[in-house]
């Protein structure tokens, strides 16, 4: 599965959003198996309603029976995240062969902040917003599952070796 569609219409529309997850992971050097693009996005309305028109007109559904609309009001996401304990709001593709893409919620960045921070990679035609390494590290540290502590010992190995010069 390639995101490069996706992530070509959100440079389109000028989504203010960063990649992370297993996505983020790969990119910063580390090759590991991932099925979802993972990202953090500025929750400001305007942006949301650029990224909700963008999945929509890409055809991306919730997959939760509710309004994606929803992710524009700050209480009802604290309430999906406080008392349902949704950490990302997931989107699927029609047909079902186009991925999953998941608008992570619930995380310990400022988004701000790592956005100004961000990587930027060029694919010739757009441009990616990758969350830094060390934010990515701090991601992941917060998360702290089988998988996040696995992806943690590659990616400050690469930390390591930047700040040393090695490779």
């Keep these: ?25 790969n990119l910063h050097g580390v090759p590991r198996l991932t099925y979802d693009l993972d990202i953090i996005v500025d929750f400001e309305p305007a942006n949301l309603a650029a990224l909700l028109d963008a999945l929509s007109g890409l055809g991306y559904k919730p ?22 304990n949704l950490l990302a709001f997931t989107f699927i593709s029609t047909p079902p062969d186009h991925g999953e893409i998941d608008i992570v919620l619930s995380h310990n960045v400022d988004f701000v902040n790592a956005y100004e921070g961000r990587v930027t990679l ?46």
């Design 63 to 84: 997959r939760l029976p509710v309004d994606p609309a929803g992710l524009m009001d700050t209480q009802l996401r604290r309430n999906w995240i406080n008392n349902k």
């Design 1 to 25: 599965m390639t995101y490069d569609v996706v992530l070509r219409e959100l440079h389109r529309r000028r989504v203010r959003y960063l990649v992370v997850g297993g996505l983020a992971v």
């Design 122 to 167: 060029t694919t010739g035609e757009y441009e990616i917003p990758l969350i830094s390494l060390s934010n990515l590290i701090t991601m992941k540290t917060a998360a702290g599952r089988n998988q996040d502590l696995s992806d943690l010992k590659m990616l400050k190995k690469i930390q390591n070796e930047t700040r040393t010069g090695t490779t």
